[in-house]
């Protein structure tokens, strides 16, 4: 496949592929019973009939499990401030109870003086647990069917988050976990099964973020983290069903020999990049 934006073809190895093939049956058997539920995938969102206002988090209070410190939550901006096929969309998050030994926050010269004051974050997750620390993993859009159709990741005051490196993010995304959660425990499964069927284009497009944001910071010499000029910093349209479809075809066509070969994810839409010129 041809990646966007110089990220290099993906491809996963037979044991990733494996732990692949076992997220997308936790999202098609989530799927099937979303499709019993009054409106469906939605529905279960907005639980207890809430209407989908502007900003508001879904579910209320959002979700957050006590045990693996994951959290997220749905919200939709106002309609002209969104995509023509996007309904809303997930922000996930990982709080520092949670993370990995040996991650830090990332600090450049300009973010470390006291005068460097935050930019009011625009959607910001609820506290939750001891610490403030928390780091955005990756938003996921939905269009009005409940279908998840585009993966991106936003500037740092956008949630307000604490920024840390790409390669540690990606360490964190497989402790984006929900079995202790709150909230509804099938929308709980489903989600944590979508970060990991499509955990390697989430991890392109955590270091895409990372290029993005430090090409805007050379060219344009700003504190790069509360430039409101730039709010997404990577996004690929994605397709649920080609990604099952080829998990599916790599398991029908499995060989003794296939643990030596790598398997290639199904092309995904080139994606923004470093954004428009000022």
């Known amino acids: 496949m041809t990646a966007p934006r110089g990220i290099p073809e993906l491809q996963v190895t037979p044991a990733e592929t494996a732990r692949l093939r076992e997220a997308g049956a936790v999202v098609s058997e989530c799927r099937r019973a979303f499709a019993s539920c009054q409106g469906g995938i939605l529905g279960t969102i907005a639980a207890g009939g809430e209407a989908f206002a502007d900003w508001r988090h879904h579910p209320a209070g959002d979700v957050y499990d006590s045990q693996s410190h994951a959290q997220y939550f749905y919200h939709a901006h106002p309609i002209r401030q969104r995509p023509a096929a996007e309904h809303g969309h997930f922000h996930t998050f990982l709080r520092a109870e949670g993370m990995p030994a040996g991650v830090a926050p990332l600090v450049l010269p300009e973010t470390a003086f006291p005068d460097a004051l935050p930019t009011p974050p625009q959607a910001a997750p609820l506290k939750h647990g001891a610490r403030d620390e928390v780091s955005h993993l990756v938003a996921i859009a939905l269009d009005a069917r409940g279908e998840p159709i585009r993966l991106f990741t936003t500037n740092r005051w956008v949630t307000g ?118």
Do not use: C, H, K
């Open 161 to 278: 988050e604490t920024w840390y490196r790409a390669d540690d993010v990606i360490r964190m995304l497989d402790r984006f976990t929900l079995a202790a959660a709150d909230g509804p425990v099938l929308l709980n499964r489903w989600i944590g099964a979508v970060v990991a069927l499509f955990r390697p284009q989430i991890a392109a497009l955590l270091r895409l973020r990372d290029d993005t944001v430090m090409s805007w910071r050379r060219r344009r010499r700003t504190n790069i983290f509360e430039d409101t000029r730039i709010e997404e910093t990577s996004s690929f349209d994605i397709a649920l069903d080609a990604q099952l479809a080829l998990l599916d075809r790599l398991r029908r066509e499995s060989t003794p020999d296939f643990p030596t070969r790598p398997a290639q994810l199904p092309p995904m839409a080139e994606g923004w990049g470093e954004g428009p010129a000022d």
